[in-house]
């Protein structure tokens, strides 16, 4: 059913007796909603989550670790060795005893621990001993800070000749003469010793010197010594070692390691103020008497 407005302008008919057409209504396009926009992130909360972005902890993904082979065990200790228990009667030493060396690993070990260390030669002391003065030589363990020095006076010790007699030392003041020092009566070395000052007996006299010898024995085995050999000269027997400590010739020796005290050979060129002239220390027989007789003259 058309309209009011329509039917009006339908009568209505133009003056060239056509009436004008009616005009088509616009179409209106229908469009689409705009989307709605996302909101602006302002600049600080940028940097809050810029911040937030590089500190927070980069999550790595471990690789996968085989599981650890399980170690062999350890072989079980053998049982320590029982230790005999000491009897009760055996004596309780007081240090305790040192740790043995142990064994050395190889060949090698075993050869340096065999070999003997060098040992570091000794400076040689500053001042010489006191035989050292009178050129003599003095025997091994022989203690050369004691006895009697050259220019030192001869103590006046008494002993007993051959004969059983009182003889003082002190008693040959006035005169020269040689103490002659031997280990023992009719033994090789001593017999050669006292055959040599008998056979320059008269040399010696010669030169107003005297000849006595000392040693050990007992006046009895003076007596047999001097008459088996024909001996001129005094023996004094010294059993006490009493002149032979005063003149430092008791001393320590050695024959084969075995250590012992006795008697070092020795003789003494005493002057007629009764000081010692010369010393021979250690004395090698064969011609002794006449280095003696050499130094006396």
Same mark, same amino acid.
């Given at each position: ?160 000749? !051959? ?126 008497? !006449? ?7």
């Amino acid at each position: 059913m058309a309209s009011k407005g329509a039917r009006a302008t339908a009568g209505k008919v133009s003056k060239k007796g056509v009436a004008p057409k009616a005009k088509a209504a616009p179409k209106v396009e229908a469009k689409p909603a705009p989307k709605p926009a996302a909101p602006k992130a302002s600049a600080k909360s940028k940097g809050v989550l810029a911040k937030a972005a590089a500190t927070a902890p980069k999550i790595v993904a471990k690789p996968k670790t085989k599981p650890a082979k399980k170690a062999p065990a350890p072989p079980a200790p053998k049982p320590a060795p029982k230790v005999a228990k000491a009897p009760k009667s055996a004596p309780v030493r007081a240090s305790a005893p040192k740790a043995e060396k142990k064994a050395p690993a190889n060949a090698v070990a075993a050869k340096k621990a065999a070999a003997p260390k060098a040992e570091a030669p000794k400076a040689a002391p500053k001042k010489a001993p006191k035989a050292a003065k009178s050129k003599t030589a003095s025997a091994p363990g022989a203690d050369e800070t004691s006895g009697l020095d050259v220019g030192d006076s001869v103590p006046d010790v008494e002993l007993v000749d !051959q004969d059983g007699n009182a003889f003082s030392l002190g008693s040959l003041r006035g005169q020269s003469y040689v103490l002659y020092f031997y280990p023992k009566d009719d033994t090789p070395g001593c017999t050669r010793e006292a055959c040599g000052f008998r056979d320059d007996i008269g040399k010696f006299e010669g030169a107003n010197v005297r000849v006595v010898g000392v040693s050990p024995d007992k006046p009895e085995s003076h007596v047999r010594f001097r008459d088996k050999y024909g001996l001129p000269f005094t023996l004094l027997s010294d059993v006490e070692k009493t002149a032979a400590n005063a003149f430092g010739v008791w001393v320590k020796k050695q024959n084969y390691g075995r250590e012992y005290m006795g008697i070092q050979r020795s003789t003494f060129l005493v002057d007629e103020s009764g000081k010692v002239k010369k010393i021979w220390r250690n004395v090698k027989v064969d011609g002794h008497s !006449q280095a003696v007789l050499d130094a006396a003259s």
